[in-house]
């Protein structure tokens, strides 16, 4: 059993489903960009092609990288934990630097087309998990970097950060999802009904994206597999407090 | 801090959290009435107005009830496990039933329209979440009540159950989304962007039923508002084993 094993060894079973998340990541970014080659003509700045560069963007940023930026803890378990938070955090910047370009291309997309903003369900949803994202983004970094808090209010908001950091990962993955359907119904209509390829395609990417989202909560699920507190932290470092289960009843 | 109370007393901010859980999810309830009463001419089992069943039933059954049956664990602290457990299991009985009318209702129609069965993301995710559902009932059923298991495959099952069921439950509230934008955009269409009455009311009802999932989630996750083992359950029930943490580290 996992429980186990020392501090710093790695569970048995985590690196396959590591491995599984990358995978299963790495297949909903190449299959967005197939279906936006194969099926709406590419990819540009300029033009039409200019609202293809938001789902792809969407997608790299809040879901695969935002997803990896989640598993940080779980994948560099023997590293400082000083230098596993900064990568925690700058996956984090990457994501929202990637979005932030898929965001203004929608919006540059609709005032040239004079599109009305902001009126589905997918936008509010998508205008709502930014924010959220940006917010949790800045009080994270402001707790646990720079300037950091104090141990107490350190490990009594790290429990919030990590619930509502899996959950707007959770909403960003549903965002896709009311994206992607809004996509295809604009374009197929009435045709989407007729089992034509790209609505094929884009149910099972639709499918991949919640697989996704699904094996990342799982891995961070796994109260054995969470990073554990290293001997040489607990002396050195004032992030000790952080790692614990604080003031949880079953670190009495 | 709650953590600091005995085992058979209930968290001061519970209560809260589970009355606003109620209000939301009676809210999602009453206003899918609402959008059907005002904008899609109310609810019948003949003609067209058997589609609407579909939605109400699945509100009701697979977002209110699931959601309620999750939260039984949190809200009955004081009652035998037996009785909490049935609780759990019938409210799910319940769900299953009204979602089934409400698939049965879909079915229906379609096949009285002629209109093609599962091609849409929507239904894909409707059918797998369905079939999910049934499963990790009749598992958790098998396992549970009866004939029921070992204590070593409870504790071991307890945590995938528990996964699982929040995982099933969200996919749900994922799917209702994906449901409610078909349903705007099938009959509103390009009307959508300019912010009709229904499609307002529709992006509310999109934005709660997200709520009501996030409300249910962090009840769910808060570690200090489990339901504590009884004394009396510990020496007198089979069920001790699982009411623990099982083999994770913090229960070394």
Redesign the interface.
């Known amino acids: 059993?996992e429980?186990r094993l020392g501090p710093v060894s790695t569970p048995g079973a985590l690196p396959y489903y590591v491995a599984f998340s990358q995978l299963l990541g790495l297949t909903v970014v190449a299959m967005t960009g197939a279906w936006l080659g194969l099926y709406r003509g590419g990819i540009a700045w300029e033009g039409t092609l200019q609202f293809n560069v938001h789902p792809l963007c969407m997608v790299i940023g809040m879901i695969f990288l935002q997803g990896d930026a989640l598993l940080v803890y779980r994948v560099f378990r023997k590293e400082a934990k000083r230098t596993t938070k900064v990568l925690h955090g700058l996956l984090h910047v990457f994501a929202f630097i990637i979005a932030l370009v898929g965001l203004v291309a929608v919006f540059d997309y609709h005032k040239k087309k004079s599109?009305?903003d902001l009126?589905?369900?997918?936008s509010?949803?998508g205008i709502?998990v930014f924010v959220l994202y940006f917010v949790q983004w800045f009080v994270g970094f402001s707790f646990f970097l720079f300037p950091g808090a104090s141990f107490s209010l350190r490990s009594r908001y790290r429990?919030q950060h990590i619930?509502f950091g899996a959950?707007i990962f959770?909403?960003s993955?549903?965002t896709a999802?009311?994206g992607?359907?809004?996509a295809?119904?604009?374009k197929l209509g009435s045709q989407?009904?007729?089992?034509q390829p790209e609505?094929v395609l884009?149910?099972v990417l639709?499918?991949l994206l919640?697989c996704f989202g699904?094996t990342v909560?799982?891995i961070l699920?796994?109260?054995?597999w969470k990073r554990?507190p290293q001997a040489e932290e607990q002396a050195l470092s004032m992030d000790f407090k952080t790692l614990t289960?604080g003031?949880?009843?079953?670190?009495?």
């Open positions: 059993m429980s599109y009305a009126y589905s369900l997918h509010w949803f709502l429990p619930f959950t959770l909403l993955v549903g999802l009311l992607l359907k809004e295809l119904l604009f989407y009904s007729t089992f609505g884009a149910n639709g499918l919640a699904v909560l799982y699920a796994q109260a054995d554990p289960e003031d949880s009843p079953s670190s009495q």
